[in-house]
């Protein structure tokens, strides 16, 4: 199985701030990488898929990179509405895996 | 408008079986691979199951092989899982979630059905 590690597992940021995070896959998978948000009591929602193509909809302030291993989640300006959990996923084998997720809190 | 809405849930005790559904509307359902994600409470994400738009295709997690059953039924635009042999680390929300095939991603997911597992 193909573990999916992200960093940090938590983080406090202020409005405006830039964040990164990580996710870190235990193979290599190309680029059948996957992010998601989730806000509390709520369906997780698709904000990239293929790595760093923006999912309709969501906006530009969110980027994907990375391609093998190692990829990135980037939150150029932070917003209110982006305080919530990201989870990252691999799509390139089963069992399907996700990363145990990323809080992003308000500092 | 695609909606995805989860039914089925409820208490059930160590053994126990359920059966959850999954009514899909918004999409062309048979065209679509589908699949459920659960959450334990507070916890992540964990794919349980999936299944390709004819059934042809059916793929498990190893923690549900051989208790969960993955099935739809395109002309009803739906969607099951039949979990028997239920146990406590299988309380969680399910989610019903679509599949978009050509970006191969979770593009739609439902609000989610609970079951807990207890004696």
């Known amino acids: 199985d193909i573990q999916m590690t992200q960093s940090p597992s938590s983080l406090s940021a202020s409005v405006g701030d830039r964040v990164t995070i990580t996710c870190r896959a235990s193979?290599?998978?190309?680029?059948?990488l996957n992010w998601y948000q989730q806000k509390p009591g709520k369906a997780p929602e698709l904000l990239i898929y293929?790595?760093?193509n923006l999912q309709s909809g969501v906006p530009s302030r969110f980027s994907g990179s990375g391609s093998g291993a190692d990829f990135t989640l980037t939150i150029s300006s932070l917003q209110p509405e982006d305080f919530a959990t990201y989870y990252c996923?691999?799509?390139?084998?089963?069992?399907?895996?996700f990363g145990g997720g990323t809080k992003v809190e308000i500092k | 408008e695609v909606q995805l809405l989860e039914s089925g849930g409820g208490l059930a005790q160590p053994g126990w079986s359920l059966r959850l559904s999954c009514a899909a509307s918004?999409?062309?359902?048979?065209?679509?691979?589908m699949h459920w994600v659960r959450q334990a409470p507070g916890k992540g994400l964990e794919w349980v199951s999936g299944?390709?738009?004819?059934?042809?295709?059916?793929e498990y997690a190893d923690s549900v092989k051989g208790r969960f059953t993955i099935s739809r039924d395109n002309a009803k635009n739906s969607l099951f899982l039949q979990m028997n042999s239920l146990r406590a680390d299988d309380t969680a929300l399910y989610y019903c979630?679509?599949?978009?095939?050509?970006?191969?991603?979770?593009?739609?997911w439902g609000q989610g059905t609970l079951v807990s597992v207890s004696s």
């Open positions: 299944i390709s738009w004819n059934s042809g295709n059916i």
């Open positions: 996923q691999q799509r390139y084998s089963t069992p399907l895996t």
């Open positions: 293929a790595a760093s």
């Open positions: 979630v679509k599949e978009n095939d050509y970006t191969e991603s979770f593009d739609f």
């Open positions: 193979q290599t998978i190309s680029t059948y």
């Open positions: 918004g999409f062309t359902f048979d065209d679509s691979g």
